[in-house]
């Protein structure tokens, strides 16, 4: 399990001319490490990683539950939510795609575990809030891209939660070995 930092790309391999912050520069993995799904460089939190592309494969299915807390532009509504839970349409690969739907609340205040992290505006620019959601899809970007369908953009987005592992504890960039998953 790892905490994974803003700015850091969840890969531990980067062949583009662009140099970008990898996971191995957090801490000496095995050879053969590979993230279980991914974390885009905006974003922090949870990922689980291993050298066996089976569990890979399990942990990436609609079997495990992944839990997000995003930070919004603006005072998300009430409507929003619901559209959130029922399904949104995004763009997946060029293609026009209804999400399915999950579970989604707003968050009146952000459990301290879940960290600073970065500072994204202050209060001169408009108020945020913030929505968790549950997912057990994971398109490219997919939270990013229901909230600005409902009208929110993400500013801030952390994964919390995948299955029964969670952050809770976690400092960021923390690593803990688990035994299995």
Same mark, same amino acid.
């Given at each position: 399990?790892?905490?994974?930092?803003?700015?850091?790309?969840? /890969?531990?391999?980067?062949?583009?001319?662009?140099?970008?912050?990898?996971?191995?520069?957090?801490?000496?993995?095995?050879?053969? *490490?590979?993230?279980?799904?991914?974390?885009?460089? /905006? =974003?922090?939190?949870?990922?689980?990683?291993?050298?066996?592309?089976?569990? =890979?494969?399990?942990?990436?299915?609609?079997?495990?539950?992944?839990?997000?807390?995003?930070?919004?532009?603006?005072?998300?509504?009430?409507?929003?939510?619901?559209?959130?839970?029922?399904?949104?349409?995004?763009?997946?690969?060029?293609?026009?795609?209804?999400?399915?739907?999950?579970?989604?609340?707003?968050?009146?205040?952000?459990?301290? !575990?879940?960290?600073?992290?970065?500072?994204?505006?202050?209060?001169?620019?408009?108020?945020? =809030? !913030?929505?968790?959601?549950?997912? *057990?899809?994971?398109?490219?970007?997919?939270?990013?891209?229901?909230?600005?369908?409902?009208?929110?953009?993400?500013?801030?987005?952390?994964?919390?939660? #995948?299955?029964?592992?969670?952050? /809770?504890?976690? /400092?960021?960039?923390?690593? #803990?070995?688990?035994?299995?998953?």
């Amino acid at each position: 399990m790892l905490y994974k930092p803003h700015g850091f790309i969840s /890969q531990f391999i980067y062949e583009k001319k662009r140099t970008k912050r990898k996971l191995g520069e957090l801490y000496d993995f095995p050879e053969g *490490t590979m993230a279980i799904g991914r974390l885009d460089e /905006q =974003s922090e939190g949870l990922l689980l990683l291993t050298t066996d592309g089976m569990k =890979s494969e399990l942990v990436r299915g609609a079997k495990y539950e992944k839990e997000y807390y995003a930070q919004v532009d603006g005072l998300i509504t009430p409507e929003a939510v619901v559209q959130l839970c029922n399904g949104v349409e995004i763009g997946v690969k060029g293609e026009k795609y209804t999400t399915k739907s999950c579970e989604a609340d707003t968050l009146s205040v952000l459990p301290s !575990w879940v960290g600073e992290g970065r500072r994204v505006r202050d209060e001169r620019h408009g108020p945020t =809030s !913030w929505v968790r959601i549950v997912l *057990t899809e994971g398109k490219f970007r997919q939270v990013r891209k229901m909230t600005a369908a409902v009208g929110f953009p993400t500013l801030r987005l952390v994964r919390v939660r #995948i299955g029964a592992y969670s952050l /809770q504890g976690m /400092q960021v960039g923390e690593v #803990i070995e688990l035994e299995s998953l």
